[in-house]
Structures are given as C-alpha cells and as structure tokens.
C-alpha cells in the first residue's frame, strides 16, 4: 500500500515556505525524497533513516517519526526552482527482499 | 561520470506484442531497479536487480521480467502488452551496500504508448 502525501497540490510565492507530509499505513525502514519537475526524470533530495540517519543536500530539511511512521520535508525560503512535483517512498520490506513504494505526488508551484 | 540511459525514448507498440527496454547503470552502480509511471502518479516499483539477481518485486503479473548483465546494465521485457501498460518506464541506478537502499539515479524514461 503506497504512501499517503499531502497536500496534493500547494502554490506559493517566493521566499514562502511549505511543509509536505508522508504517512505510511506500515512500519517505516526508511523514507526517501525526490523531486520531478515536468517531462525530467526525479531527483534524489534526501533519505531518513531509522535511527535518525539522514543523506540529503544542506538546503532541504525534513523529520522522519518512527512511531507515527510519518515523515515531514521543510522547503523553506522558495526560489522558483523548487517548483515540481514531489515524492516520498517508503522502504518496505516483505518476504525478505526490500521494495521502494512512492506516494502519488504533492505539486509545488512557485510564482514569482 | 557517465549518468543513466535509456533506449529507446519512446516506443509505440500494439496490443499482445512484446517489447524490451533497456537501461544503462551510472558508473560503479551495482543495482538497477524498474519503474513504471503512469501520468500524473508517483512511480510505481516493478522489481530491482542486485548484482545480476532479482532482489525484491513489486505488484506486477510475470508478464513483466527482467535481467541484469555482468556490466550491470539492464532490460525490461513486457509480454502481451495491454493497453494499461502504457506508461513512463524509468530506471534508476544506485550502489547498494547490504539491504539498505541508498541514493537513486534515474534515467530520463522509455515513454511506452501500447494501441
């Protein structure tokens, strides 16, 4: 069962910041993060590990609760080039081999 | 470095044939994992390849398999296509070390139109 994101879709003006949130109906291995802008491939921003682990880029920030097998990714001050859509995938782990289930997507547009 | 490709970019094909798609791994990846992306939707996990093995399959019928080579590039192989296999087809590389999944590197996608 895929990750719940939301909201599905939020504008904002430059130099406002956004939150995005992941929830998981399943115990949480790790969350990922990638960002798709329109027609290119995602690009990696950041994984949460359990543990409190995190790989990413210094300008993106999120928080990973383990218990509430959620996960949080703070955008702020953004610049037009945040715009896309983004995703988090959660590690799921089953029969033991691993999967990566993406959520269906929070669209960010920002305006000038 | 040489980054992930894809062949081909789009590919139109008719209901009941077979199609292969291919991806080239980023130098020094080990694992290449398939996705499929229906339009407006999140990427859908069809299976990874871990040093040339399956290592992990997502909710996709056998119609769908695959197989990674000794220079870790890989195919994708849809038999009977139908038409809900129209899709974005992406690959992603990444170096796995033990079972945890690291950083991935997509391909720009095979856009697969089945008529």
């Known amino acids: 069962q895929q990750p719940v994101q939301s909201p599905q879709a939020v504008i904002l003006r430059e130099g406002e910041d956004a939150v995005i949130n992941c929830s998981s109906s399943?115990?949480?291995?790790?969350v990922h993060w990638y960002r798709q802008k329109h027609g290119e491939a995602p690009v990696f921003l950041m994984i949460?590990?359990?543990?409190?682990e995190q790989k990413g880029h210094e300008k993106i920030s999120a928080s990973f609760n383990e218990k509430k097998q959620q996960s949080s990714l703070y955008l702020t001050a953004s610049q037009l080039s945040y715009s896309g859509t983004y995703f988090c995938?959660?590690?799921?782990?089953?029969?033991?081999?691993?999967?990566?289930?993406f959520g269906k997507g929070t669209k960010l547009t920002v305006n000038p | 470095e040489t980054g992930v490709t894809q062949s081909p970019t789009h590919l139109i094909k008719t209901r009941g044939q077979q199609v292969t798609l291919r991806c080239s791994s980023q130098?020094?990846?080990?694992?290449v994992s398939w996705y499929q992306q229906a339009l407006g939707q999140g990427p859908q996990f069809i299976f990874q390849?871990?040093?040339?093995?399956?290592?992990g399959r997502g909710n996709f019928p056998p119609r769908f398999s695959g197989l990674q080579f000794p220079n870790y590039s890989s195919e994708l192989n849809v038999n009977a296509l139908e038409l809900d296999d129209s899709a974005l087809y992406l690959c992603?590389?990444?170096?796995?070390?033990?079972?945890?999944?690291?950083?991935?590197?997509f391909g720009p996608g095979t856009r697969l139109t089945v008529l």
């Open positions: 992603a590389s990444s170096l796995e070390a033990g079972r945890v999944y690291n950083e991935q590197f």
């Open positions: 399943k115990a949480l291995y790790s």
């Open positions: 949460l590990l359990k543990g409190g």
């Open positions: 995938g959660t590690e799921e782990h089953q029969g033991g081999s691993e999967k990566l289930v």
């Open positions: 130098s020094g990846h080990n694992t």
């Open positions: 390849y871990y040093r040339e093995e399956e290592n």
